[in-house]
C-alpha cells in the first residue's frame, strides 16, 4: 500500500516565525488532505488539495501530484498553532469508488510565545 | 449539518466486557470509516464502507473487533471482549465519493480505556 512520509517530526519555533512542514508519497494518490490535531485531540480539517495550491489566511498548501509530494507553509506562527499536522492520501480504487485515507506520522509543532 | 457524530466521548470498562462505539456519519455521505490512534501506531485505518457495504476490513486487528452499518446514518464498532492493549482514540469519519471533491471529515473520537 501507499507510504506517507511527514517531516521533520518534531518542530519547535518562535512566535511569529515561518514554517515548511513536507509530505512525501510513496505512490500517486487521488485524494489529499493535511489536518490539525488540537491539544484536545480534534482533527481539524486544514487543506483538501489533491494538486495546486491553496491559500487560508496565514496557512498555505501546495501538492505536486507528479512528483508525489505536497507542502503546508505555516506563516506568523501563533501559540494557537501547536498541535500535530497530519497529512494523508487516497488509496487504491474499488470499482470505481476511491480508497482510504493513509496516514502519516504527523509533525508535531510546537509554537513558543 | 452537526458534522460526524460519535458517541460516546470517553468509555472505561473492564477487560473483558463488551464495548460498542457508534458513529453517524454527514448526512449524504456514502462513504465511512474507522480509524484508530495510539502513540505506538498512530492513525490506522481499521475498516471502511462505501454504501453501507464494507471494502477493505483489512485493518481490523482481530476477530474481537467487528463493525457494522446497517444504514447510511449509522455504524458500530464492537469490541468482545475488550483487553488493556485496545485502549485508544477511535475516531469516525466520512465522506462522498464518485465526486470531484471527496474531502473527509472526522468525527470528535472516542477515547477507550481499559483496564
Known amino acids: 500500500g501507499i507510504q506517507v512520509e511527514q517531516s521533520p517530526p518534531d518542530l519547535i519555533l518562535q512566535e511569529g516565525a515561518n514554517s515548511t512542514l513536507r509530505c512525501n508519497f510513496s505512490d500517486s494518490v487521488n485524494n489529499l488532505q493535511w489536518f490539525h490535531q488540537n491539544p484536545w485531540g480534534q482533527l481539524i480539517n486544514l487543506f483538501y488539495?489533491?494538486?495546486g495550491t491553496k491559500q487560508n489566511g496565514r496557512l498555505s498548501a501546495t501538492t505536486v501530484a507528479t512528483e508525489r509530494y505536497s507542502l503546508l507553509y505555516i506563516s506568523s506562527s501563533q501559540t494557537t498553532d501547536s498541535g500535530v499536522y497530519f497529512c494523508a492520501g487516497g488509496g487504491v480504487f474499488y470499482g470505481g469508488s476511491q480508497g482510504n485515507l493513509i496516514f502519516g506520522k504527523g509533525t508535531k509543532l510546537s509554537v513558543k510565545p | 449539518d452537526a458534522g460526524v457524530i460519535q458517541s460516546p466521548r470517553h468509555e472505561v470498562t473492564e477487560m473483558g466486557q463488551e464495548v460498542t462505539l457508534r458513529c453517524k456519519p454527514i448526512?449524504?455521505?456514502?462513504?465511512l470509516f474507522w480509524y484508530r490512534q495510539t502513540m505506538m501506531r498512530g492513525l490506522e485505518l481499521l475498516i471502511y464502507f462505501n454504501n453501507n457495504v464494507p471494502i477493505d476490513d483489512s485493518g481490523m486487528p482481530e476477530d474481537r473487533f467487528s463493525a457494522k452499518m446497517p444504514n447510511a446514518s449509522f455504524s458500530t464498532l464492537k469490541i468482545q471482549p475488550s483487553e488493556p492493549r485496545d485502549s485508544a482514540v477511535y475516531f469516525c469519519a466520512s465522506t462522498l465519493r464518485g465526486g470531484r471533491n471527496t474531502e473527509a471529515f472526522f468525527g470528535q473520537g472516542t477515547r477507550l480505556t481499559v483496564v
Open positions: 448526512s449524504g455521505h456514502n462513504s
Open positions: 488539495i489533491p494538486s
